[in-house]
């Protein structure tokens, strides 16, 4: 059986090309796609994290605006710089860098952000029109599991796909996704008792777990699809990647997997926003611009 | 092994009687509980359910608004008189019966109750806060469902749960209360391939299909929970009642199982909103009152 390794350089690449011509196209009509990230505190990998989407916006002709705020933010101090971007018709995606620090309300952080500029996918607004099955912006690693998928035309009709991991922004939206593209979803997570078995069965098999190499290779059917969205210190990934690879007919690397189609989805996203932005300005009668 | 019928009448019982005492406090205090139904057009069992909530509400002394539109309202016309609604201080929960007739576009109406009125859990944003743990009125359907597993001490945590659906209102949302609950759930649907395979794995079985006697016997675990939320023409639920009820340690009936705790659970959640409408009242500073 031939084995395919699910490039996510490859499919972010062409995902960029396409946007350079649309950021291009956005700006002679006096738009820049601008994306607006907020850190707060000094964690060094959110740190990085938000480095490299300010950079992967330059890269394609972006703007990004970078806002930092200090570890001993309030929560109500972090709401007020949310409504400020909420507010300001230049940004048009805000990204709130998780995790914030414990004392902040992180829920109602994210829910403050203005679902038009929600373009990490982070509302429950937002997840309840993407599980459902009109969400502009769905959390982008779930919606970077599924591009994949479509990029390398790997069947979800009628498969079963099982989910590892319940969290807002991975394992939920990604099986809301899945059953959406009429797969036949399992979400399992820490409660679960029986993963091996459950597990045995997938066709198709996410790992969102958060824990490094814990996706066993006997625990993986013969010529399943495993996507890898974990990621963890040092570039580890959920699923034992040796292990993993000798049973399943497809698989995503980590690094180069999920996480470079996260990041163009993003992007995405968010020339998407500036998009519908230019067409809603475009529909304002002419005698209201006076 | 001893048979539990999952008896939705004591259930509803129950909660009707906690309900008729909140409801006597909430108008000492000048609050009258009140659902808005409304129906358009003229379906004959639309018609029976709306009038039979109404009654609902009668008997546990709220009230209620009956609003019948016309079967050739546009969707327009609708959104109007929901928003009208919304607008209205009187009012605590709206109900839009469904299905509306087919030229309506049902989600945008949907959409267009305001959440915190949406106490059937019809709206996307409502689905969302469901899902991610802190909706205030999930579907009623799913809520009853949770409400009899809760009542009768049915473990959940662990268990693998299969729902069979996938609508809006009851398969999305009982498979995302599931999974809150800590159960393993898989969702299926028209285009599972291997139902019986899957179901016969399930500790939990939930039947939200909408086919008269569609799960059979032998396709239940000996031992399993089965809950049966199909309600077909003739009061005929999902399930082959008799041959499940062999296999199954406990099992609503239908009807008597998950429909009367529905309409409880509706009353219910009608009930929070006007004790939420009511604290809000409240807090109210004197000075803004004059």
């Not at 069947?155 to 809301?176: D, F, N, Q, T, W």
């Not at 997570?189 to 459950?198: G, M, Q, V």
Request: net charge neutral; proline share 5%; charged share 25%.
């Amino acid at each position: 059986m031939k084995k395919l390794i699910l490039d996510g350089n490859v499919v972010a690449q062409e995902m960029k090309e396409d946007l350079k011509g649309r950021v291009e196209s956005l700006k002679r009509n006096g738009v820049t796609p601008c994306l607006a990230t907020i850190l707060v505190g000094n964690d060094p990998s959110s740190e990085t994290y938000v480095k490299m989407k300010g950079n992967a916006c330059k890269r394609i002709g972006m703007k990004s605006i970078r806002v930092h705020l200090p570890e001993e933010t309030t929560t109500e101090e972090l709401l007020v710089k949310i409504e400020k971007l909420n507010n300001d018709p230049f940004v048009h995606g805000i990204l709130l860098q998780h995790p914030v620090p414990s004392h902040i309300d992180e829920r109602k952080a994210f829910e403050t952000i203005a679902i038009e500029k929600d373009v990490d996918g982070v509302t429950s607004a937002g997840y309840g029109q993407t599980a459902l099955g009109f969400g502009e912006y769905p959390s982008c690693t779930p919606a970077a599991i599924m591009k994949i998928i479509e990029f390398y035309g790997i069947e979800v009709e009628g498969k079963h796909a099982v989910v590892v991991g319940r969290s807002p922004i991975l394992g939920k939206p990604v099986s809301a996704l899945l059953l959406n593209e009429n797969a036949t979803v399992t979400t399992c997570h820490s409660k679960t008792t029986n993963l091996a078995e459950i597990l045995k069965q997938a066709d198709i098999v996410v790992a969102a777990v958060g824990k490094p190499n814990f996706i066993q290779g006997d625990w993986i059917k013969e010529g399943a699809v495993v996507l890898d969205a974990g990621y963890n210190k040092g570039n580890i990934g959920d699923i034992d990647y040796n292990a993993c690879y000798e049973k399943a007919s497809a698989i995503t690397p980590v690094p180069g997997g999920v996480g470079p189609v996260t990041i163009a989805t993003l992007l995405k996203q968010t020339v998407e926003s500036a998009e519908r932005d230019m067409r809603d300005r475009n529909r304002v009668p002419q005698f209201r611009q006076a």
